[in-house]
């Protein structure tokens, strides 16, 4: 149990938290484009939505397709921090969060948490011409949260696991 968390860790939250995980997308998941150009395949039109010109920023954020479960995680995560950000591409795709939102540090990190599980979705269903469900990534969300506890209670620094997760956990 305990080397599983480890590698969930690293997997997971290492990836999320401690790198840049645009970077990584960006080397491991070619756009339409890029096939298009290295002539692997005929055209550049999203499989989602079929409009042409398929960035990455486009599959992972623009789609209209993928944008509907975009509405829905950005809608929760203002629910359970009560409040009402405009999140752009600047903050789901780069990870950033503007100080002038003025966020405690438990919700900053929280939010990128939350953006990650959802990004980590599309990119699993990355050929899907279906969005993934708002039901996964609200799953994916809690299970991330049990697993970060434990690890937290390891520690013995419950309280920042507390400081992150609190309003989650009370919201459901
Ligand atoms: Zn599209």
Redesign the pocket.
Known sequence: MESCIGIYKRCFLGFEIETNPTKIIFRIYWTLQQLLRKKLINSDR??????IN?SLI??LW?????YLLWMEVLAYINKVLGKSLLFENIHVILNYIPTVWGLTKGQQNWILRALMVAKRLILKAWKDNHPPPFTQWSEDLRQLASFEQISYRKQLREDIYIDIWKPFIDSL
């Open positions: 999203c499989w989602r939505c079929n409009s398929a486009h599959m623009k789609c209209p397709v993928i």
